[in-house]
């Protein structure tokens, strides 16, 4: 959970859960990201680096399901599948550069700019091929351009920015907020080989909530059954007590 913040109740979780069953990804993104941040607005939400709001669902993650996360992978070149856990806790690094500008410098280019936002991101996701999204977020979040040291009017960025400042401002971007993009490269114990693979927090969680939420209902329909309680009731009482009470459920 965000410091500072009340920790977001079951209720308010299944409620998250059932809200975002027929959404897109960026839309579940949003829902976790509200359940991680409690009270905050949608501008605030979708104003934050990119890698904020990863941290922030790193942070919900380990709140609701611990430090342990099993991830599985198939080799990019056997098909090997291959299991491991991850340190939630390692995993998430907040941006290193809170509001300040970051500068490029090629040649007779200069351009300050921004960490992309959620937003930013997400207007980039309507590009049609990767170098468009790419293109896209680079002139959204440049703040000033300068080519032979005149300014460079942002509509004009996306025609005249050379592809190779472009992948310098996409790396130093990239290092100032390395949660936006989690990969990892995991060897394969039978051929040896390295097979990169992003780690979404966004879907990762999504079924991890998906299963609790589901396993959670069908808890309340059973001590409901047994008990007459209404949902809300069974719902306030601790995870050890609703096991606690459906163990004598069982043992009856």
Same mark, same amino acid.
Request: hydrophobic letters at 45%; a negative charge.
């Given at each position: 959970?965000?410091p500072?913040?009340?920790p977001v109740g079951?209720?308010?979780l299944?409620g ?12 579940k993104s949003l ?5 991680a ?9 979708l104003?934050?680096?990119v890698?904020?709001r990863e941290?922030d669902?790193?942070?919900l993650r ?5 430090e342990?996360?099993q ?5 990019g070149a ?8 991850l340190?939630?806790?390692a995993?998430?690094a907040?941006p290193?550069v809170?509001d ?10 200069a351009v300050?700019?921004?960490l992309?936002t959620v *937003?930013?991101?997400t207007a980039?996701?309507a ?5 468009d999204?790419?293109r896209r977020?680079? !002139?959204?979040? !440049?703040?000033?351009?300068?080519r032979?040291g005149e300014p460079?009017a942002p509509e004009r960025?996306? *025609?005249?920015?050379p592809?190779r400042?472009?992948r310098?401002?996409?790396e130093?971007a990239?290092e100032?907020d390395?949660?936006?993009?989690? !990969?990892l490269?995991v060897?394969c114990?039978?051929?040896g080989e390295?097979t990169p693979?992003?780690l979404d ?5 999504w ?11 069908l808890d309340?329909h ?8 209404s ?6 009482l601790s ?6 009470y ?7």
């Amino acid at each position: 959970m965000i410091p500072g913040t009340a920790p977001v109740g079951p209720a308010e979780l299944l409620g998250a859960w059932e809200a975002g069953l027929a959404l897109g990804a960026a839309e579940k993104s949003l829902l976790l990201h509200r359940a991680a941040r409690p009270g905050a607005g949608t501008d605030e939400l979708l104003s934050v680096p990119v890698g904020e709001r990863e941290a922030d669902l790193f942070a919900l993650r380990r709140s609701l399901f611990g430090e342990r996360m099993q991830v599985r992978v198939e080799c990019g070149a056997c098909g090997e599948a291959m299991e491991f856990d991850l340190d939630a806790g390692a995993l998430g690094a907040r941006p290193t550069v809170g509001d300040r500008l970051l500068r490029v410098a090629e040649d007779d280019w200069a351009v300050e700019f921004r960490l992309p936002t959620v *937003a930013d991101l997400t207007a980039a996701g309507a590009a049609g091929t990767p170098a468009d999204a790419r293109r896209r977020l680079v !002139t959204g979040c !440049t703040v000033r351009a300068l080519r032979g040291g005149e300014p460079i009017a942002p509509e004009r960025l996306a *025609a005249l920015l050379p592809g190779r400042v472009e992948r310098l401002i996409a790396e130093k971007a990239a290092e100032a907020d390395p949660a936006a993009e989690v !990969t990892l490269n995991v060897a394969c114990p039978d051929c040896g080989e390295a097979t990169p693979a992003e780690l979404d927090i966004t879907s990762y969680l999504w079924t991890e909530l998906d299963s609790w939420a589901r396993d959670l209902l069908l808890d309340v329909h059973l001590l409901a059954t047994a008990y007459g309680w209404s949902e809300p009731d069974i719902l306030a009482l601790s995870p050890l007590r609703r096991r606690y009470y459906l163990e004598l459920c069982t043992d009856g």
